[in-house]
């Protein structure tokens, strides 16, 4: 896998490689980006942040309250898409506690009046 | 005519520091905002990534607001006035501005700190060629309309620039159901952050092109297409290899301005590089009692910074007021070689330590920093990488300042 | 059916003139306009020059109409409180180039224009800035600039007031003359009238054509041209020509009636499919700064606020401004190219005389004025704290480059002929015509029309149909990614 190190801005290419169970980092110019490229590699992870709409109207902004995995992305948003708020909400309420089974709840960025 | 000690124009996250360092000095504070709440843009900006250095943990911008809205909203002694757009300012810290409420609202400020942000460039701005349909935005308002409104601009979108928010945008309008079908940018290099390019391009298989940009756009009501064109080392668009990208919307991030119109006809000295007021380490400008911070001083790439920077302001503007200010020989702070600009631009002597912030003017490995005073170097810092994306700093010693201040770097 | 004694098909400059004046006399009179606004076409790409009148041939109706024209407009920009400025201008050349500035001086003088000859100790006193290179201009202190979409506006507005009807989004689709009575349909209804004027501007072929009248070879031109931010105001004072040559006027250098600069136009040729596309291209603002340099050298190009292109339609080198001679009662405004704002007013008093004589019009005994509107950066002290507390609106900044309130935009919003999308409210207010273009006001300006016309924000668009702003609800249509 090729990816680029986002520890510093150095940016350093880093090439993540398995073989027989030990996984390798080639372009990492610090330990940081050997611990970077190891976890990007076996789990990557992401907070993933996007709008909610309201069922009578409006958007509501959200993340998820943790990291979750990056190929759980595409579900939570999807379920994104289809979801509706239809109360109000204050910046911090859990909305949908791990929603897609992505491991991590999806909370209220900002206050929504509901209507 | 009202009577404040310290007035703040801007209630983003720089008017709003700056109250809280102005009250903590035990001033009374006014915070004039023109929008119908504090925030500023901050609360359009729905992704994370705020507050890591100040707060220590990663907040999305509505949310990094918030902790300093409730602060300030909770202190008797700063009057904010909403939706208060200012008029004019004058050397003698005559403040007038406008609001639906309170009309033509007069005050006389004992300091004031200058904290509105800056505007982003426009299409006009970068004299783009072709047609004026609809589908053409800068990134900050494409954002507004999504991210407060809930409206989409458009849903084949190609970026130009990738600067944050352009960035940003590109993984927003993803999210939301638009297809990205190209980053151009017309620098070798990203004046966005590295974390942006790998989260918000790369997770999403979005292409981002290098020296590369759009020479013109078609389309009568709407936008039908760009085309983009790589450019030479002149920076000019070899037409020969112009390439046809159809869609429906063209996102612009091609650099912020600070907004300092309030400033035109007064005295205060202006740097040609930052577009902002040239200050001290108090973030004073050239004109007594004004101070100026945050964005419409020097255009940042993290809130964080705003938010130290902008404390600073407002508690030296206190202090001013006060006649505690320190006031001593000021020397001049010059960058050179491989630095671009360096803030503030001027520094008192005397004691204690003092940050110098800046900007190198092109992605630099291995360099060291070095700072000097009357020719004798004071500071020396090795660094892995500089990019001019990302703002640097460096701490010296004011003991050590004997005369005029040069920063540069070197092999 | 409903029945008019006078349709006018085109809501440009001309057509509104023309309205303008019909609506001072007891008729039944309507305009027809295929775009989402009146001054879409030419009015609104233009230089906004109010030419004295030296360029014309003499004996031309160019230079008739021009000359006429020009003198309406100090006491007409003010009835209409409209920006005009009388600033002067100068044909600026070269040493070599004083026998071509005495061919302007005569034609002017022959013209009844007041011309002179001056050198360059006096080309200094009136522009500091001009090339080193000029030698000798031609001053014509009684030219003008004005703001032409206003210009359009204004009189639409009046004529409404004084019982006009205007129809905008309604293109002319057939045109046919029965008995004496002329009969249009457009995509939305059908019109009888005793009295057709074309003043359709670069559709005004298509119009000829729909009733069987000979269509007029048109040539179109588009021209790029700079809008300068108003910071950038005081490097010129008076409209700065180049000495003209075969394509045109040449390349101006000028202060807006509204406080800005305008560079330009080119001249470029282009095919009659192409008359309304605007297209600006990048060989042609090369040549704008060229052409900038030779004349004020020092105007700084890092202040552009806008770069825009407009179009322009000729039939030969006059304008036609004359009664069908195969349909009584159908009169026809062809090739209104420059100085046709100039020469607008005077066509519409002109036009709008000759209709009346037709159908034996009886003047009206008086005509209702239009009022002026509130303007922030106009008004005193006193004024503004008066119109806040009388109507908070007045109070909200919407626009906060050019100082606009939301009481001015609902103003425009709720004027005679309404502002519809978010371009005609610029037009009328200048919310987003400032050095951010929108950046900060564009959604609030969205929101306030989405509000006052009880449409969703999605259906708010930028000018004709088509263009909507942000026409999508997010996550609408959502495709797993």
């Known amino acids: ?115 | 005519m009202k009577k404040f000690d310290v007035v703040i124009i801007g209630g983003g996250p720089a008017g709003m520091a700056a109250a809280l360092g102005a009250r903590e000095e035990g001033a009374t504070v006014a915070l004039l905002e023109r929008d119908d709440r504090l925030g500023g843009i901050l609360n359009q900006c729905i992704h994370n990534g705020f507050g890591l250095h100040y707060f220590g943990e990663e907040l999305t911008g509505p949310e990094y607001a918030k902790r300093f809205r409730d602060k300030v909203l909770s202190d008797q002694n700063i009057h904010v006035f909403l939706e208060a757009m200012v008029l004019s300012l004058t050397e003698q810290k005559v403040v007038r501005a406008i609001s639906p409420t309170e009309g033509l609202i007069e005050i006389q400020a004992g300091s004031v700190v200058l904290a509105m942000g800056c505007r982003e460039r426009s299409a006009g701005a970068i004299a783009l060629a072709g047609t004026r349909p609809a589908g053409i935005y800068t990134a900050g308002m494409a954002q507004r309309l999504c991210n407060v409104e809930g409206y989409l601009v458009g849903k084949e979108v190609v970026i130009l620039g990738s600067g944050d928010i352009g960035l940003i945008m590109a993984r927003r309008m993803t999210s939301e159901g638009a297809k990205v079908k190209l980053v151009a940018e017309i620098m070798p290099f990203s004046s966005g952050l590295k974390r942006n390019i790998v989260q918000c391009l790369n997770d999403y298989d979005i292409p981002l092109r290098y020296s590369t940009t759009v020479t013109r756009v078609t389309g009568k009501e709407r936008l039908t297409g760009v085309y983009v064109a790589p450019v030479d080392e002149k920076m000019q668009p070899v037409l020969e290899q112009e390439e046809y990208i159809p869609c429906d919307t063209l996102l612009l991030s091609v650099g912020l301005i600070p907004e300092n119109d309030l400033l035109t006809g007064t005295s205060v000295e202006m740097s040609r590089v930052t577009s902002g007021a040239v200050v001290d380490e108090y973030r004073q400008t050239s004109a007594e009692g004004i101070f100026s911070a945050g964005n419409v001083l020097h255009v940042h790439d993290l809130v964080d910074n705003v938010s130290e920077e902008a404390y600073i302001a407002g508690r030296s503007a206190a202090k001013y007021v006060k006649g505690e200010l320190p006031f001593s020989v000021t020397v001049s702070v010059t960058p050179a070689s491989g630095v671009r600009y360096a803030l503030p631009q001027k520094v008192h002597t005397g004691e204690g330590k003092v940050k110098l912030y800046f900007r190198v003017d092109k992605v630099y490995r291995g360099r060291t920093v070095v700072v000097t005073s009357a020719g004798e170097v004071i500071k020396r810092k090795k660094t892995l990488v500089m990019a001019p994306g990302e703002m640097q700093n460096i701490e010296i010693d004011k003991s050590l300042i004997k005369g005029d201040v040069c920063i540069y770097t070197e092999e | 059916m409903e029945k008019f004694d006078v349709i006018v098909i085109g809501g440009g400059v001309v057509g509104t003139a023309v309205l303008r004046s019909l609506a001072a006399y007891q008729a039944k009179v309507l305009l027809l306009e295929k775009a989402s606004d009146v001054a879409t076409g030419a009015s609104r790409a233009n230089s906004g020059i109010v030419h004295a009148g030296y360029d014309a041939e003499t004996g031309t109706k160019k230079a008739f109409f021009n000359v006429k024209g020009a003198a309406m407009f100090p006491a007409l920009t003010k009835e209409l409180h409209v920006p005009y400025k009388q600033v002067g201008s100068l044909v600026a050349a070269r040493e070599t180039g004083l026998p071509a500035l005495r061919v302007l001086y005569d034609r002017g003088v022959a013209n009844g224009v007041k011309v002179e000859i001056i050198d360059r100790k006096r080309i200094l006193a009136l522009e500091p800035n001009v090339s080193d290179q000029i030698a000798y201009a031609l001053y014509a202190p009684e030219a003008g600039v004005v703001s032409p979409y206003k210009l359009t506006i204004a009189q639409a507005d009046h004529a409404v007031i004084n019982g006009a009807e205007i129809r905008l989004e309604e293109k002319v689709t057939s045109l046919e003359k029965r008995e004496d009575v002329f009969y249009l349909s457009t995509d939305k209804g059908t019109y009888a009238a005793s009295y057709v004027i074309n003043a359709a501007g670069a559709g005004a072929a298509e119009v000829n054509a729909l009733i069987g009248e000979d269509a007029p070879v048109q040539t179109h031109a588009v021209g790029d041209y700079y809008i300068l931010d108003s910071k950038e105001a005081g490097v010129v004072n008076t409209v700065v020509f180049p000495l003209p040559d075969e394509k045109g006027k040449g390349i101006l250098v000028a202060p807006t009636a509204d406080g800005n600069v305008i560079l330009g136009p080119t001249s470029r040729k282009i095919p009659h499919e192409a008359a309304e596309d605007n297209e600006v291209t990048r060989d042609g603002l090369a040549l704008v700064r060229e052409g900038v340099g030779r004349l004020i050298p020092s105007v700084n190009l890092r202040n552009v606020i806008r770069v825009y292109a407009g179009t322009r339609t000729a039939v030969g080198n006059d304008f036609i401004i004359e009664e069908s001679k195969k349909y009584k009662n159908y009169f026809m405004l062809l090739g209104i190219c420059s100085p046709g704002l100039t020469s607008a007013p005077a066509i519409g008093e002109y036009v709008a005389g000759q209709a009346a004589a037709a159908l034996g019009l009886v003047k009206k005994q008086q005509t209702i004025p239009l009022p002026d509107r509130f303007h922030l950066t106009k008004a005193s002290e006193e004024e503004i704290k008066q119109k806040v507390a009388s109507d908070p609106t007045f109070g909200r900044i919407v626009c906060r480059c050019e100082k606009v309130t939301e009481g001015e935009i609902l103003a425009a919003i709720r004027s005679p002929l309404p502002a519809r999308t978010v371009d005609a409210v610029k037009r009328r207010v200048r919310a987003g015509m400032g050095r951010c273009q929108g950046g900060f006001c564009r959604p609030r300006v969205m929101e306030i029309l989405s509000r006052e016309f009880g449409i969703p924000l999605s259906a708010v668009r930028l000018g004709d149909k088509g263009s909507e702003i942000a026409p999508y609800e997010v996550k609408d249509g959502y495709e797993k990614i």
């Open chain 1, 1 to 115: 896998m090729n990816t680029t190190c986002i520890m510093c801005p150095m940016g350093c290419a880093l090439t993540v490689e398995e073989k027989g169970g030990v996984v390798t980092v080639v372009g990492n110019g610090c330990p940081r980006g050997e611990k970077y490229g190891k976890a990007e590699f076996s789990h990557p992870e992401r907070v993933v942040t996007t709008l909610l709409k309201g069922l009578y109207g409006g958007v509501v902004s959200v993340k998820t309250d943790g990291p979750i995995p990056k190929d759980k992305i595409a579900d939570l948003l999807a379920w994104a898409a289809s979801y509706r708020l239809d109360h109000a909400v204050k910046t911090g309420d859990v909305i949908a506690e791990s929603p897609v089974s992505c491991g991590a709840n999806v909370v209220a960025t900002s206050d929504f009046k509901g209507k």
